[in-house]
């Protein structure tokens, strides 16, 4: 059974920072691309940042030189870093997986940044 555990959302100020930690089980973590996705309300979910097995990084044009997506293989868990947030940050995060052609979802972390 496939687990992807999001965890380290909150309500932070703007120009804050948070962690986000996703906890994988289930798959063969270190041979998955993992990603991280948000969704506003009334909004669609986007991509955020992801990172493939090799720790190559892509990023969302809004989050570049604010937030870093990284993973540990060795503790199955992917993590991404936010900094300097802004109000418009404020969402649902959810962590994704890539696994063996099958797309996993986690159960989504709200995210709140107040102006």
């Known amino acids: 059974q496939v687990q992807l555990v999001e965890s380290g959302g909150g309500l932070v100020q703007a120009g804050g920072s948070l962690r986000l930690s996703c906890a994988a089980s289930?798959?063969?973590?270190?041979?998955?691309?993992m990603a991280w996705y948000r969704q506003a309300p009334g909004k669609e979910r986007e991509l955020v940042a992801r990172i493939n097995m090799f720790s190559s990084t892509n990023y969302a044009d809004s989050v570049k030189d604010r937030f870093t997506i990284s993973r540990d293989n060795a503790e199955n868990t992917v993590y991404l870093e936010m900094n300097s947030l802004k109000p418009e940050d404020t969402a649902v995060y959810y962590c994704h997986a890539l696994s063996v052609g099958t797309a996993y979802w986690g159960q989504g972390t709200q995210v709140t940044v107040s102006s």
């Open positions: 289930g798959i063969i973590f270190r041979a998955s691309a």
